[in-house]
């Protein structure tokens, strides 16, 4: 019986059409996998299968995961996050480096409406945030300086603004859970989170908005509580106002100041691929 195996094209391109119609007749698939977002044992034969690719800039290694958890997809990661992952992921079939250079992921490209005019890159911090009684996987996305608008020379700070047009909801009150966005979702894989994806409002394939350049490791409890809500709370204030918080109850009241002084923004989004 052939595996239930998702290869994306993007996959495809990577390894080739050799390749890509082994794995889908079964030749080159593995019997049983950790998924490399859950860890989880997942088993191609008995369950839908997604085929990830993580490039490193001399290597590729292809990886497994439950497609309910992400979907196939082609994955940049360091050379050295790269062997890291060799050891640690079990059923990956090493496959030869694509032809073409593969671009090293950036955080300030990746910021798309932030990008490019600024020094400015977008700084990632992880916690659990306590809504009701329940705790629920946040991230709090902080740049380092003013964000201005593509095309804009000002000196000013668009990055709330510009989070707004794209759908993000300013926070009144951090205990009120925030709304979904969609389009967007938070791209987790071998358990570090590597991206937050903006929906593509023309159809097709989403982009990066933010992207990792060194995937952030992420606590049990926190992939826990994803894995388990499939849903991750994005929240974002300008440059400033929430800073490098060594503690989850000091970034929620840095969180609770950003609200109170208006400069908060948050939308809630699911796992990718979910
Ligand atoms: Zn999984």
């Not at 490791?217 to 894995?227: I, Y």
Request: hydrophobic share 40%.
């Amino acid at each position: 019986m052939s595996p239930l195996l998702d290869v994306s094209d993007d996959v495809r391109a990577e390894i080739g059409d050799e390749e890509a119609d082994r794995l889908l007749a079964g030749e080159n698939a593995p019997g049983s996998y950790d998924c490399t977002s859950c860890r989880t044992p997942g088993n191609p034969g008995q369950e839908r299968t997604s085929t990830v690719l993580f490039v490193g800039g001399e290597t590729a290694v292809l990886a497994f995961a439950h497609a309910s958890c992400i979907p196939s997809q082609v994955v940049s990661v360091s050379e050295e996050q790269l062997q890291g992952a060799v050891r640690s992921i079990t059923g990956q079939t090493a496959v030869p480096a694509p032809a073409a250079p593969v671009s090293p992921a950036s955080p300030a490209a990746a910021a798309g409406n932030a990008g490019e005019t600024g020094q400015a890159v977008l700084g990632v911090t992880c916690g659990q945030i306590l809504l009701g009684n329940d705790l629920h996987p946040a991230i709090v996305v902080e740049p380092t300086g003013p964000i201005a608008r593509p095309g804009s020379t000002g000196p000013g700070d668009d990055f709330l603004p510009l989070l707004i047009e794209a759908g993000f909801l300013p926070v009144t009150n951090v205990a009120t859970e925030p709304s979904l966005l969609p389009g967007w979702s938070v791209l987790i894989a071998m358990g570090q989170l590597h991206a937050v994806l903006q929906g593509n409002p023309a159809g097709g394939q989403p982009s990066a908005w933010w992207q990792a350049h060194q995937p952030l490791t992420l606590t049990d409890g926190w992939r826990a509580s994803a894995n388990q809500r499939h849903t991750v709370l994005v929240y974002a204030a300008p440059a400033g106002s929430i800073g490098q918080q060594p503690r989850e109850d000091l970034l929620r009241d840095a969180l609770e100041k950003a609200a109170a002084g208006g400069t908060l923004v948050a939308a809630a989004m699911p796992l990718a691929g979910t």
